[in-house]
């Protein structure tokens, strides 16, 4: 399982990247499908998903929509018109650090740039 000080600055696109792809979705719908998607070494508690939603919510990135189901009050999170394109450039800006910090982690890295590793 990830740690969270590893995962605290890549929630926030995660959380977008599925909003983006899977349209409007209520916070423990987005919990388990980042538990399933990762094959469990992301466990996002609501103590982490909430402030991050909240926060986007106040950015104007996502908005929020209220449903009844089963007498209870479901709250629907999708990306806004204006969230669309901060939600594609976090994303992107996650993807290129990816590739950057996958050249540190590659056999060899420290013999090329003159470390001994």
Do not use: C, W
Not at 2 to 26: R, V
């Amino acid at each position: 399982m990830a740690s969270n000080d590893l995962l605290k600055g890549m929630l926030k696109p995660i959380i977008l990247k599925l909003l983006l792809e899977k349209g409007p979705m209520y916070g423990y719908e987005i919990t388990q499908l980042v538990k399933e998607i990762s094959g469990g070494d992301i466990e996002l508690t609501f103590g982490a998903l909430y402030p991050i939603l909240h926060k986007l919510e106040q950015e104007g990135t996502v908005k929020t929509e209220s449903e009844i189901i089963n007498n209870r009050n479901r709250i629907y999170y999708s990306v806004t018109k204006k969230g669309n394109s901060t939600a594609k450039e976090k994303i992107a800006e996650l993807e290129e650090m990816i590739k950057t910090l996958g050249i540190f982690f590659k056999p060899n890295f420290g013999l090329k740039y003159g470390y001994a590793g």
